[in-house]
């Protein structure tokens, strides 16, 4: 698997473009781009980069990739990030590793956005995955019981909540903004748009990780090779 993701991460570098502006995600796959990136950048490579969490951020300078504040650029040019699941027209489940607001963000005010995945990452209907909610902490139980509903009403096969917690047992995972996770485990979300409409008219959700036509090439890592990917959008 790790040959899978360092193909995937290799071959986006062909995007990277000397004077870019760059969208720097998260995750394991989106820090081996990072590590390659690091190189280029320190043979000769002009680039700058927008981290999407603090780890990210942690990352790009471990491997001396240049960062900027998102509020002093004007343009990102493109962005480079990984997914925990993409399905045949680009769609995608995010928010595994808790920055899926900053990705949103980030993505959204991309030019391009190009997602770099092991083929376990693709799937035919999106869902296995639990899809994961960034909440406020007020009102948290009311906020999981209104996603549920919403769940339920755009067809999930299920939606059962679950408060993500720390890994070190401390309580509630915190957010880099400072805000719950609910994991809702979907199975199958037959219609991706309906979901994200639903959840995005409740009080208390911050954001979805569920992204929607935002990005238009997907790189499949294998263990030998690369597929490129690109969906045509209107």
Sequence with gaps: MS???????????????????????????AEIFIEHLGEKVAGGLKIQGVPTSQATAECAKENGVPLVDIDKVSKIHLTIDGA??????????KGGGACLLREKIVAHASERMIVIVDNSKVVETLGAFPLPVEVDPF??????????????????KNGQTV???????S?????????????????IIPDPGATAHLLEQIPGVIEHGLFIDLSSIVIVGEDDHARVMELKRE
């Excluded at 925990?84 to 489940?93: G, K, T, W």
């Design 3 to 29: 040959e899978a993701k360092e193909n995937a991460a290799l071959a986006a570098l062909d995007f990277v473009e000397d004077g870019m502006t760059l969208g720097l995600g998260s995750g394991s796959t």
């Design 84 to 93: 925990d699941e993409v399905d045949p027209v680009f769609s995608l489940i």
């Design 139 to 156: 009102g948290v139980a009311l906020t999981a019981e209104a996603i549920f509903e919403a769940l339920q009403k755009s067809g999930c």
């Design 163 to 169: 408060l993500r917690q720390a890994k070190d047992g």
């Design 171 to 187: 309580g509630p995972l915190i957010t880099d903004g400072g805000h719950y996770i609910v994991d809702c485990k979907c199975e």
